[in-house]
């Protein structure tokens, strides 16, 4: 009996080991045999598919050199081939500098002409002349999430390359609908199509994350604008305007989305504050630490994605941001220092140079908050040189009465108009309070 136990235990050690052992070898060839079964896939795909897909290439006219690289793929029997907005977007803003040219898989060229662009889901619409090849198709419906799908682009030059990864349907915490797509997206493959099993375009390569997260422009918006340019009679030729109406269209209909339901607020010291008004608006909280001789809490909010315009220049960003300061250990001359130098340091959220936006003009005054309380308010606007009626609207409000406290309220818009603007920073004032 007493080594019947230690004999019993080894052999349920070993028992527990043989079936480790085969656990692990199952999961192995599991594993082995999906991976196989999405090689198999990406292969036969890419043999079906590649006469359709090609390197979407930005030529310096006078270097006659590229400038710049994305993908793309054919999608009408006439000849349209989709890409993204920021792959052609330097041809847009200079066509006297650069041309379009499009490089297949066996290595030939072909010169492209622009036809259309969608900046907002950060699609584009290019031509060739000839091109006798059957178009890709779309799918009816969504994938299930969790099923495979492959990315098909031409990553840092290097030629074509396939990338298995998961469906992981809409994104709803962005405005701007994206999939998220579990697998490497790298530069070079943007504007690339990203097919299903049967080879069917379920999105188009646009941005990622790292670490396996990337995200895709849903080919429902690409069908729309295809839709669009095979309605229209007369070729688009100013694609400037093209952008000024799509910014004016979608501020609008965001900020009307805003302004349609009531705020959320939250204390914050001893001020009310906005919360996470909508999906896409993150906020963050941080407070300071025991050795700082000064107490402050805070909140800041942004919207999670905004509208590439050019390398330097975003816009359709919307953020807010809250900062409430008490004296602490510091006296209330070094307070008041340090409380003057952060008013000073507030800038806007969205990335602008000067031959994008004007310079900003503000109006500073002195207002009474509902208790009584003193304010210095200032609201900043800079309009936008190519895009006529659009603003960046930039708010900044601190309180001035009290030595030993202080309350800020900051608000940036990126592309608003002047209505737009305006009624923000009404219902703005009218919930954020002291």
Not at 71 to 89: E, M, R, W
Not at 134 to 151: A, R, V
Not at 241 to 254: A, F, S
Not at 393 to 405: I, N
């Amino acid at each position: 009996m007493p080594r019947f136990i230690p004999l019993c235990k080894q052999s349920i050690i070993q028992l527990s080991r043989l079936q480790s052992s085969f656990l692990a070898i199952c999961l192995c060839f599991s594993l082995s045999v999906v991976s196989h079964a999405e090689e198999k896939g990406a292969a036969t795909l890419f043999k079906q598919y590649q006469d359709r897909i090609f390197q979407i290439r930005i030529m310096d006219i006078v270097a006659e050199k590229k400038s710049g690289l994305g993908s793309g793929f054919l999608v009408s029997a006439d000849g349209l081939i989709a890409t993204n907005y920021h792959v052609v977007a330097k041809l847009v803003e200079k066509p006297s500098k650069y041309r379009l040219e499009y490089q297949d898989v066996e290595g030939k060229t072909q010169k492209l002409t622009l036809v259309d662009i969608d900046v907002i889901n950060d699609l584009a619409l290019v031509k060739a002349e000839v091109l006798d090849k059957k178009p890709m198709l779309f799918p009816e419906d969504h994938p299930t999430q969790g099923d495979t799908i492959y990315s098909i682009g031409n990553p840092f030059d290097i030629g074509f390359t396939v990338v298995p990864g998961t469906y992981n349907g809409i994104d709803e915490k962005t405005y701007y609908q994206r999939i998220h797509f579990s697998g490497s997206i790298n530069p070079g493959m943007s504007g690339g199509p990203v097919l299903d099993k049967d080879g069917r375009v379920v999105g188009i390569n646009v941005s990622s994350a790292g670490d396996q997260v990337s995200f895709l422009v849903p080919g429902s918006a690409l069908k729309i604008l295809i839709e669009q340019v095979q309605k229209r009679e007369v070729p688009l030729i100013d694609f400037g305007q093209r952008i000024r109406q799509q910014l004016l269209d979608n501020q609008n209909k965001m900020i009307s989305e805003f302004l349609a339901k009531e705020w959320p607020t939250q204390v914050l010291g001893e001020s009310q504050v906005l919360g996470e008004m909508k999906p896409f608006v993150k906020c963050w909280g941080g407070s300071s630490d025991d050795k700082e001789l000064y107490k402050s809490v805070s909140t800041a909010c942004r919207s999670n994605e905004s509208i590439y315009l050019n390398d330097r220049f975003s816009s359709g960003v919307i953020s807010y941001q809250f900062f409430w300061l008490e004296v602490g250990e510091l006296n209330n001359s070094r307070f008041q220092s340090y409380y003057q130098s952060l008013f000073r340091r507030f800038e806007p959220d969205n990335r602008a140079y000067e031959d994008d936006v004007g310079n900003y003009v503000c109006d500073e005054r002195f207002v009474s908050d509902k208790k009584g309380g003193k304010d210095k308010l200032v609201f900043c606007a800079r309009a936008y040189q190519k895009y006529a009626g659009i603003y960046d609207a930039l708010y900044l409000r601190g309180s001035v009465d009290q030595a030993d406290k202080a309350f800020v309220s900051h608000f940036t818009l990126a592309g608003v108009d002047q209505q737009n603007m305006n009624a923000f920073l009404k219902r703005f004032m009218e919930v954020v309070e002291r």
